[in-house]
């Protein structure tokens, strides 16, 4: 029983394709989020969303796109792929505190798309 | 934007041998989270600290943050080959949503 799982694990592509990645989670959690990893380990939040609205869009080229049918579902659709796009795409999910409380989000995270642009 | 320094990013040491990884920044987090990654995997969190001057015992680990919440550190005791993997320090700040800032990450390779 996956709790949050993703498709593909690994992604072939040439330049200037079309992609997307799925990823559901079974949790109930009401929020979830895109990150990438680079080939230095480096994992950099791109999206998120919570109750299937936008909250967070970080600094990312607008061939990306994210989309939420529901809240068990965050998929990406990458346009136009480019030789930098090549990473490893990690879905996550977790409950959102309400603004103001402590602590912090407990994230659960997929086992990672490999995407390898040519 | 929020920027946590970790280090070491590598570590290579003998099974048995003690370790600390560090992570650092000048600003305040509300709260700061320690995952381990294992390849092929995605991140697994090991411990959340919340309050300045708190430790937490897992077993061989132990993780302090700062009292300022600045910084935090992550410290094993006699290292087993087990342990290998990456470790990555996420700091949240509140009405933050969610968002967490990851350092840089450090790869921990223990020999038997």
């Known amino acids: 029983d996956t709790a949050v799982s993703q498709t593909p694990k690994y992604l072939v592509t040439q330049m200037g394709n079309d992609k997307s990645i799925k990823c559901e989670q079974n949790l109930g959690h009401d929020t979830m989020y895109w990150y990438k990893q680079d080939s230095k380990k480096f994992l950099k939040i791109m999206f998120s969303y919570n109750n299937k609205e936008l909250i967070i869009n970080e600094t990312v080229p607008n061939r990306f796109s994210p989309k939420s049918p529901d809240k068990a579902h965050l998929n990406l659709h990458i346009n136009s792929l480019e030789l930098g796009d090549s990473a490893v795409y990690f879905c996550?999910?977790?409950?959102?505190?309400?603004?103001?409380?402590?602590?912090?989000?407990?994230?659960?995270f997929g086992a990672g798309s490999r995407l390898t642009v040519l | 934007t929020q920027l946590l320094e970790q280090s070491p990013q590598f570590l290579s040491i003998q099974e048995g041998e003690n370790l600390t990884v560090y992570c650092n920044s000048s600003s305040v987090f509300s709260s700061l989270q320690w995952y381990r990654q294992e390849p092929g995997e995605g991140p697994v969190l090991l411990v959340t600290?919340?309050?300045?001057?708190e430790v937490k015992k897992l077993k061989r680990l132990t993780f302090q943050f700062g009292d300022a919440r600045k910084d935090s550190s992550l410290h094993i005791t006699a290292a087993q080959p087990g342990d290998t993997g990456l470790y990555l320090c996420?700091?949240?700040?509140?009405?933050?949503?969610?968002?967490?800032?990851f350092g840089q990450g450090t790869i921990l390779t223990v020999h038997p």
């Open positions: 600290v919340v309050t300045g001057g």
């Open positions: 996420a700091g949240a700040i509140r009405a933050s949503y969610g968002k967490l800032t």
């Open positions: 996550a999910s977790s409950h959102t505190k309400r603004t103001g409380s402590s602590g912090a989000n407990v994230l659960t």
